[in-house]
């Protein structure tokens, strides 16, 4: 069981250029999320997904775009990088409504941390 | 909308002393309210959650939160801390009313020395 994945580790991306982030998850989990994780701002939700073939906005979604074909994967998009998009990207996934009451945390992957150069 | 504080951006004990990581809450209804630790290069990992019974909530690796509604708070506590406690901890809170996300604090950084 090697619950939540992320591809790749490590990026460079010269502004302008574009790259998919995958997440995968092997625990049949509903609802999945990505986060950009920035130095004294905590976890910011980008977009969420709360079933396949359903995406949504979170707080910070300008300049990113996901796509949920299949329940396991959970795409980002950057259509053309800009440095203030130097980050490190977390997926998460939870149980979502379908699981029992107490089952409301989210599983988090190890993250991408990418470079906007 | 739900929002959580952490007054403290760092904590700094000895190894053997106790240990609270701060977490005040706002959310409209009742709160889910988490806490998760970071350590170096990781992602974050589940350490304990309120969601409804006893104030005192006990987690992973020997750590507890103690739920307080009056004062909106949900602080972080450990009895004894190990040099291995040293990490980034987060506290998030989830709206009943607002099933799919969690709001994050911006974190507090655990330095436990020997």
């Known amino acids: 069981n090697a619950g939540v994945t992320q591809t790749p580790k490590f990026r460079v991306l010269k502004t302008g250029q574009s790259m998919t982030l995958l997440c995968a998850q092997d625990m049949n989990h509903e609802y999945m999320y990505w986060y950009r994780q920035d130095p004294g701002m905590g976890l910011r939700l980008i977009h969420y997904?709360?079933?396949?073939?359903?995406?949504a906005k979170g707080e910070v979604p300008d300049g990113y775009n996901v796509s949920r074909l299949k329940k396991q994967n959970f795409l980002l998009g950057l259509e053309s990088a800009a440095p203030s998009q130097t980050s490190v990207y977390f997926c998460?996934?939870?149980?979502?409504?379908?699981?029992?009451?107490?089952?409301?945390?989210?599983?988090f992957g190890p993250g991408t941390r990418l470079t906007v150069t | 909308a739900q929002s959580v504080a952490q007054p403290e951006d760092q904590v700094n004990v000895a190894e053997g002393n106790p240990l609270t990581v701060k977490c005040t809450y706002s959310v409209s209804g009742n709160p889910y309210l988490f806490w998760y630790v970071q350590y170096p290069n990781r992602g974050l990992q589940f350490l304990l959650k309120y969601i409804t019974g006893d104030n005192l909530v006990k987690g992973s690796y020997g750590f507890e939160a103690e739920f307080n509604k009056s004062q909106t708070s949900f602080h972080l506590k450990k009895p004894s801390a190990l040099v291995s406690d040293s990490a980034l901890y987060f506290c998030?809170?989830?709206?009943?009313?607002?099933?799919?996300?969690?709001?994050f604090g911006a974190g507090t950084t655990v330095t436990v020395r020997a």
């Open positions: 997904s709360v079933g396949e073939g359903t995406t």
């Open positions: 998030a809170v989830r709206d009943i009313r607002d099933d799919y996300k969690l709001s």
């Open positions: 998460a996934s939870s149980v979502g409504l379908a699981g029992p009451s107490s089952s409301y945390e989210q599983y």
